[in-house]
């Protein structure tokens, strides 16, 4: 079969959230577009990452609850976990997710939705490798890059033999582990930990550091500690993972601590530290496209790579893997490449929440990185139980603190770990974008009870300056 020349204004490399939005607003407003993907659309978020994490973390919660009621007066009975129902409740919902996304795409006028594996041929030039065989060659003008992150493999002697899970095979398992090792305490390790504890399996956490997220201020990373050894999470702190033995269900973790060797046994291990881009197949060289020594695409403020004409946006330019940095960055080049807006990454905020219950959110500096800037601080620090709310809930675990400028009382950030930790994070970055002074959520008026009105007292707890 001949291969095919076809020029189009713009060809997107995969359907992840910055180029499966982006695809019908170039291709409503005029653009003729190809957007080319292996898998399935919709990427990390609704395959694999926030849809099916976040849903099962929604049962866990429920398993949680239930095993509480008695707290509340309830009496339901011995709360029992059905993991291959959780995983069918899950897959249907990721299923309707997705099924969504495709049928927008395939009802956008102008838009050609090509199912294969794309690599450069040159500058611009792709040549794709069908999923149902066959050969398309595509130029365009602009490419968008969006091919995002796998699950990272360590190098860890013996791996093989246990076949270890990632955060995407995880997700397919049928029955609840007897003891889960994960090794990896960043975000990814901390969600699954808890969540399988509440689905009844035995977990201990692994992580090199001495403390888990090690982005975080140690006082907060320390809380959300507390809060799963509550839960029953063993956490081993310090430790190098060195090598692995046994076979399947029968897990063997060698760590060094200290210098001295401890053997961890479990039936399923875990690997949480961290991801890597799929670039290795895109053959970059040929487009003249530079990538760093872990396979990230660096792009400048307005995403545009060193390669003229060449954007990626999403998880493979190397940024923060949040699903809404990737719909920002569809944003700015939307309004870029449709109306020559001038907008740039610079200066955004960007917040997340990571869902443990309760949600760990932040946004903007932590105290570290605000006094290693050279500012003055002064801290507003309170733990959840001061919070009406939650205590009415029974949900009074966490702290929330605030980092706020000691010369322009400003805030420069926020951590909250509380219920719903990720909606009080996002009041106080709307202040923070509408340039509020902490005063005005300190003395203005919330309704009560609400979480909001936790932010009266929260601002009320500021200590000096430093």
Do not use: W
Not at 142 to 167: E, F, H, K
Not at 299 to 323: K, W
């Amino acid at each position: 079969m001949a291969e095919s020349s076809e020029a189009f204004d713009v060809v997107l490399l995969g359907a992840g959230q910055a180029n499966n939005p982006l695809a019908r607003s170039l291709s409503k407003a005029g653009r003729r577009v190809a957007l080319v993907e292996r898998g399935e659309i919709g990427g990390t978020c609704v395959n694999v990452g926030c849809t099916p994490t976040k849903t099962m973390a929604a049962s866990a919660r429920v398993a949680y609850l239930a095993r509480r009621a008695g707290e509340f007066g309830v009496h339901c009975g011995e709360a029992r976990v059905e993991l291959a129902e959780v995983r069918a409740r899950t897959q249907a919902l990721v299923e309707r997710f997705r099924t969504g996304s495709e049928k927008q795409l395939e009802a956008t006028d102008g838009l050609d939705l090509i199912r294969g594996e794309g690599a450069f041929e040159g500058p611009r030039t792709v040549r794709v490798q069908l999923n149902g065989g066959g050969v398309r060659r595509l130029s365009g003008e602009i490419v968008v890059i969006d091919v995002g992150c796998r699950p990272a493999r360590p190098d860890l002697p013996g791996l093989n033999s246990v076949t270890p899970l990632t955060s995407t095979t995880i997700l397919q398992l049928e029955s609840t582990p007897e003891h889960l090792l994960v090794l990896g305490g960043g975000y990814i390790g901390v969600e699954f930990a808890q969540m399988f504890r509440r689905f009844g399996a035995r977990v201990t956490l692994i992580h090199r550091g001495g403390r888990l997220l090690r982005r975080e201020d140690p006082d907060m990373a320390e809380a959300l500690a507390e809060v799963l050894r509550e839960d029953g999470v063993a956490i081993v702190s310090n430790a190098e993972a060195t090598q692995v033995a046994g076979g399947e269900g029968d897990v063997r973790l060698t760590v060094r601590e200290e210098g001295r060797d401890r053997e961890l046994a479990g039936s399923h291990l875990l690997l949480a530290v961290g991801r890597t881009p799929v670039t290795d197949g895109l053959n970059l060289q040929a487009a003249g496209i530079h990538a760093d020594d872990r396979g990230f695409i660096p792009v400048d403020e307005r995403l545009q790579t060193n390669a003229p004409g060449v954007y990626a946006v999403g998880d493979v330019n190397g940024g923060p893997a949040f699903t809404h940095v990737a719909h920002n960055d569809n944003q700015i080049l939307r309004e870029n490449l449709l109306r020559n807006a001038g907008r740039t990454t610079a200066g955004r905020l960007v917040p997340f929440t990571v869902f443990t219950d309760p949600q760990f959110g932040r946004v903007g500096m932590t105290e570290r990185e605000a006094r290693e800037a050279g500012h003055r601080v002064r801290i507003a620090k309170m733990p959840m139980t001061e919070v009406a709310r939650a205590v009415e809930v029974g949900e009074a675990r966490g702290v929330l603190k605030a980092v706020i400028d000691a010369d322009s009382d400003l805030i420069l950030g926020c951590t909250a770990l509380g219920v719903e930790g990720g909606e009080i994070m996002s009041m106080i970055q709307l202040a923070m974008m509408g340039g509020l002074t902490y005063q005005r959520l300190r003395d203005d008026m919330f309704a009560h009870p609400t979480l909001a009105r936790g932010l009266n007292a929260l601002f009320s707890h500021i200590g000096e300056e430093e």
